[in-house]
């Protein structure tokens, strides 16, 4: 190797490279635009925060005169001073309770169908129907559970009750009567929420590594195998997190329990049938619009109550899934 | 993990040794590659005898017990099938390749109900809301309902004015929601203070809210203070708007930090004003997923009974005016009719179910249509519908 010699250039005057400082003068047309989209949160914010506090106003009448009590209490009759809204509560828990127990495994199986075991060609009809399936109304299925799945359900919900008449909860308030009932609405609500949980797991599994899935294939395992060594221990907690979602959204749950739901309000365990827990949702839709200012109020706490738990539901929820989302 | 590894041919990477399924491998095809897709005529049969097996099984149970009940029948075959496959598979194959044979039916089945709810509803409502609709046809779309009651049959009524409620409530529920949350989006994707993620964590927490939460609040607002005078389209669609405002922002704000970072600085390093980015550049770049998720709220929000239940009022006959005076609207009408008494009501709750998710299908198609369009292409539906019936397809 011989070395070249390179002329250098002839020596110049070092010049210091200084950027040029940039005087970014900001104009009034975009000082405006700032202004509107920055007051455009506030009111977004301002109308969302706006909606606790009317309610927490209205509510406060009833929450002064209960206290505690508001939740404890197990009679319903605001009029008379007794604010119990335990049996309403509990109601809308056991309805998006058995709701979560029903969606839950099926729409896993179906997350795991559209991801794994569907053709390629058939995944995104696939995913396009689950999520049809959510925008059909609740009101909708409201309708469709009250004059055919209700009554479809009675006769499992008879032999259920006679045969497991045991078990605490697989009974029925009124023997001999099975439509109507917390787990009829459980059953409804679960089509409806079997979307979300559906596509919340389908996006986490769809994030588990692929070259995982692939070695574990390769490795000689089954499909089976991978789901349940590669796919489900990396998406877990977002699984988790999807359930709680069809929870919330369970809760929050209307028309469909004001539809099907008895009209009664019993604290009571049994399930499988008519006049035994109320709803929280169907009590303040029923009740609102004649009841007294007191009745009022006490509807307006239990609709802030409710939200309230939806709000601590939902809030875990995205944690759980961001979380899981954020730590692959 | 033992589960994972077929004991045929592989050796458990990780294991402890002496942890595997224990028993020397009961397959005797060697080291014959397995393909995960593969049907093969072998697993058709074993499928199919499995089926007639536990068929005839419960069959014969159920006929000796001197049981009829067509759903547990179905319920028990099913329950036979899958246990006898299992076995049978367990025997020829060994419990690794039982286990997911079992877990792909379980899959297929649970899916299947899935599809089935999907099927069944919108199967339901056109059984019952067809003959409704279509029976005088269009007159089911533009008559009122004040001749409803007393000798009327179904083709006397209609849900004209729960139509113009719908599209009046929901354009005018847009129309305060859209330009709101795209600003509010553009802000959250700018900024990272306090006050962004105050407006996020809040507007996050009302994604979830019951429906009945936002009627709630409309009618305290805005009803009670006027009395009777209170319930109007507006009321109803200042409702929609509280439900749509999370939907809208949220959506609008991830289409928006998807448009490349490249794109808007490029613009900004040109000398353009932020305003003129944000109108010329982000916003067209975002377009096609804007148009998405409006339209995806508004299908969310036309179907919402709970927020106008308190609100709007109901009206059996045409009111044009959203601004004054009760208004009619589709999920509105279907409640007032489930619940009035006789089947004529009834009937027409269902036509009225009908022409609801027929308007909330269609808007839920277009969405997906446009949305399946790649962002920053010009928006034009034509084009789009011919480009996803491409020739490859």
Same mark, same amino acid.
């Given at each position: 190797?011989?070395?070249?010699?390179?002329?250098?250039?002839?020596?110049?005057?070092?010049?210091?490279?200084?950027?040029?400082?940039?005087?970014?003068?900001?104009?009034?047309?975009?000082?405006?635009?700032?202004?509107?989209?920055?007051?455009?949160?506030?009111?977004?914010?301002?109308?969302?925060?706006?909606?606790?506090?009317?309610?927490?106003?209205?509510?406060?009448?009833?929450?002064?005169?209960?206290?505690?009590?508001?939740?404890?209490?197990?009679?319903?009759?605001?009029?008379?001073?007794?604010?119990?809204?335990?049996?309403?509560?509990?109601?809308?828990?056991?309805?998006?309770?058995?709701?979560?127990?029903?969606?839950?495994?099926?729409?896993?199986?179906?997350?795991?169908?559209?991801?794994?075991?569907?053709?390629?060609?058939?995944?995104?009809?696939?995913?396009?129907?689950?999520?049809?399936?959510?925008?059909?109304?609740?009101?909708?299925?409201?309708?469709?559970?009250?004059?055919?799945?209700?009554?479809?359900?009675?006769?499992?919900?008879?032999?259920?009750?006679?045969?497991?008449?045991?078990?605490?909860?697989?009974?029925?308030?009124?023997?001999?009567?099975?439509?109507?009932?917390?787990?009829?609405?459980?059953?409804?609500?679960?089509?409806?929420?079997?979307?979300?949980?559906?596509?919340?797991?389908?996006?986490?599994?769809?994030?588990?590594?692929?070259?995982?899935?692939?070695?574990?294939?390769?490795?000689?395992?089954?499909?089976?195998?991978?789901?349940?060594?590669?796919?489900?221990?990396?998406?877990?907690?977002?699984?988790?997190?999807?359930?709680?979602?069809?929870?919330?959204?369970?809760?929050?749950?209307?028309?469909?329990?004001?539809?099907?739901?008895?009209?009664?309000?019993?604290?009571?365990?049994?399930?499988?049938?008519?006049?035994?827990?109320?709803?929280?949702?169907?009590?303040?839709?029923?009740?609102?619009?004649?009841?007294?200012?007191?009745?009022?109020?006490?509807?307006?706490?239990?609709?802030?109550?409710?939200?309230?738990?939806?709000?601590?539901?939902?809030?875990?929820?995205?944690?759980?899934?961001?979380?899981?989302?954020?730590?692959? | =993990?033992? @589960? *994972?590894?077929?004991?045929? /041919? +592989?050796?458990? $990477?990780?294991?402890?040794?002496? %942890?595997?399924? &224990?028993?020397?491998?009961?397959?005797?095809?060697?080291?014959?590659?397995?393909?995960?897709?593969?049907?093969?005529?072998?697993?058709?049969?074993?499928?199919?005898?499995?089926?007639?097996?536990?068929?005839?099984?419960?069959?014969?149970?159920?006929?000796?017990?001197?049981?009829?009940?067509?759903?547990?029948?179905?319920?028990?075959?099913?329950?036979?099938?899958?246990?006898?496959?299992?076995?049978?598979?367990?025997?020829?194959?060994?419990?690794?390749?039982?286990?997911?044979? =079992?877990? @792909? *039916?379980?899959?297929?089945? /649970? +899916?299947?109900? $899935?599809?089935?709810?999907?099927? %069944?509803?919108? &199967?339901?409502?056109?059984?019952?809301?067809?003959?409704?609709?279509?029976?005088?046809?269009?007159?089911?779309?533009?008559?009122?309902?004040?001749?409803?009651?007393?000798?009327?049959?179904?083709?006397?009524?209609?849900?004209?004015?729960?139509?113009?409620?719908?599209?009046?409530?929901?354009?005018?529920?847009?129309?305060?929601?859209?330009?709101?949350?795209?600003?509010?989006?553009?802000?959250?994707?700018?900024?990272?203070?306090?006050?962004?993620?105050?407006?996020?964590?809040?507007?996050?927490?009302?994604?979830?809210?019951?429906?009945?939460?936002?009627?709630?609040?409309?009618?305290?607002?805005?009803?009670?203070?006027?009395?009777?005078?209170?319930?109007?389209?507006?009321?109803?669609?200042?409702?929609?708007?509280?439900?749509?405002?999370?939907?809208?922002?949220?959506?609008?704000?991830?289409?928006?930090?998807?448009?490349?970072?490249?794109?808007?600085?490029?613009?900004?390093?040109?000398?353009?004003?932020?305003?003129?980015?944000?109108?010329?550049?982000?916003?067209?770049?975002?377009?096609?997923?804007?148009?998405?998720?409006?339209?995806?709220?508004?299908?969310?929000?036309?179907?919402?009974?709970?927020?106008?239940?308190?609100?709007?009022?109901?009206?059996?006959?045409?009111?044009?005016?959203?601004?004054?005076?009760?208004?009619?609207?589709?999920?509105?009408?279907?409640?007032?009719?489930?619940?009035?008494?006789?089947?004529?009501?009834?009937?027409?709750?269902?036509?009225?179910?009908?022409?609801?998710?027929?308007?909330?299908?269609?808007?839920?198609?277009?969405?997906?249509?446009?949305?399946?369009?790649?962002?920053?292409?010009?928006?034009?539906?034509?084009?789009?519908?011919?480009?996803?019936?491409?020739?490859?397809?």
């Amino acid at each position: 190797m011989t070395t070249l010699d390179i002329p250098l250039a002839p020596e110049a005057p070092l010049v210091e490279d200084v950027p040029i400082t940039i005087n970014r003068s900001v104009t009034r047309a975009d000082r405006a635009f700032r202004f509107a989209i920055g007051s455009s949160s506030l009111v977004v914010l301002l109308i969302l925060v706006a909606v606790l506090v009317f309610l927490t106003a209205y509510g406060w009448r009833a929450l002064a005169a209960g206290g505690l009590r508001f939740i404890t209490d197990p009679t319903w009759s605001p009029d008379s001073g007794h604010f119990g809204a335990m049996s309403l509560l509990v109601g809308s828990f056991a309805i998006a309770l058995v709701a979560v127990l029903i969606a839950g495994p099926v729409s896993l199986a179906a997350a795991l169908m559209i991801n794994e075991y569907a053709p390629t060609r058939l995944r995104s009809v696939l995913t396009g129907v689950v999520d049809m399936l959510a925008t059909v109304p609740s009101i909708v299925y409201g309708f469709w559970g009250l004059e055919l799945v209700s009554n479809l359900q009675s006769s499992p919900a008879k032999w259920l009750v006679d045969h497991f008449g045991f078990v605490p909860f697989l009974r029925s308030p009124t023997p001999g009567e099975f439509v109507q009932s917390i787990f009829a609405c459980g059953l409804i609500s679960a089509v409806t929420i079997i979307p979300i949980i559906t596509s919340v797991s389908r996006e986490v599994m769809s994030q588990a590594p692929r070259d995982a899935c692939e070695a574990a294939l390769g490795l000689g395992g089954t499909r089976w195998g991978m789901v349940t060594d590669v796919i489900m221990p990396f998406s877990r907690n977002g699984v988790l997190g999807a359930f709680l979602l069809g929870f919330g959204r369970g809760l929050g749950e209307t028309m469909i329990v004001v539809l099907i739901l008895s009209k009664a309000n019993h604290l009571t365990y049994a399930i499988l049938g008519p006049n035994g827990l109320g709803s929280v949702a169907k009590e303040i839709t029923e009740n609102f619009a004649t009841g007294s200012p007191m009745a009022k109020s006490a509807l307006i706490l239990l609709a802030l109550v409710l939200f309230g738990a939806t709000l601590v539901v939902n809030v875990l929820a995205r944690l759980i899934v961001n979380r899981s989302q954020a730590g692959s | =993990m033992t @589960t *994972l590894l077929d004991p045929r /041919g +592989a050796v458990p $990477a990780d294991g402890p040794p002496g %942890a595997g399924p &224990g028993g020397p491998p009961t397959d005797a095809g060697g080291d014959r590659p397995r393909r995960p897709r593969s049907l093969t005529v072998a697993t058709v049969l074993e499928m199919a005898g499995a089926a007639a097996s536990g068929l005839a099984l419960v069959w014969t149970v159920f006929t000796v017990a001197g049981i009829s009940a067509p759903f547990g029948m179905a319920v028990c075959w099913f329950g036979a099938f899958f246990t006898i496959y299992g076995l049978v598979c367990w025997r020829l194959y060994g419990p690794i390749l039982a286990k997911d044979r =079992m877990a @792909t *039916l379980g899959i297929w089945a /649970g +899916a299947l109900v $899935a599809l089935f709810a999907l099927a %069944a509803v919108i &199967g339901y409502v056109l059984l019952k809301g067809f003959t409704v609709v279509f029976s005088g046809f269009p007159h089911f779309l533009y008559a009122d309902m004040s001749q409803l009651g007393g000798t009327a049959k179904v083709t006397d009524v209609g849900v004209g004015p729960a139509i113009v409620g719908t599209i009046e409530q929901v354009a005018l529920a847009t129309v305060m929601t859209v330009p709101l949350g795209v600003l509010t989006a553009t802000y959250l994707v700018g900024s990272d203070g306090l006050f962004s993620r105050t407006v996020s964590a809040v507007v996050d927490a009302m994604t979830g809210a019951p429906a009945i939460i936002a009627g709630l609040f409309v009618y305290l607002l805005w009803v009670q203070p006027r009395h009777t005078a209170g319930k109007s389209g507006l009321a109803a669609a200042m409702a929609l708007a509280v439900m749509m405002l999370p939907v809208v922002t949220r959506a609008a704000e991830e289409v928006v930090a998807i448009v490349p970072g490249s794109l808007r600085e490029a613009a900004l390093a040109l000398g353009a004003p932020e305003w003129r980015v944000l109108l010329r550049v982000v916003l067209p770049a975002a377009r096609a997923g804007l148009i998405t998720a409006v339209i995806l709220g508004v299908a969310r929000i036309a179907g919402e009974t709970a927020p106008v239940l308190f609100n709007a009022g109901g009206f059996a006959r045409y009111n044009w005016n959203p601004f004054s005076g009760q208004q009619d609207d589709l999920p509105f009408r279907v409640y007032e009719l489930i619940f009035q008494p006789g089947r004529v009501p009834v009937a027409a709750a269902w036509g009225a179910s009908l022409v609801l998710v027929f308007v909330v299908l269609v808007l839920f198609v277009i969405a997906r249509l446009l949305g399946s369009s790649q962002p920053g292409r010009s928006f034009a539906p034509w084009k789009i519908v011919r480009r996803n019936r491409g020739p490859e397809e």
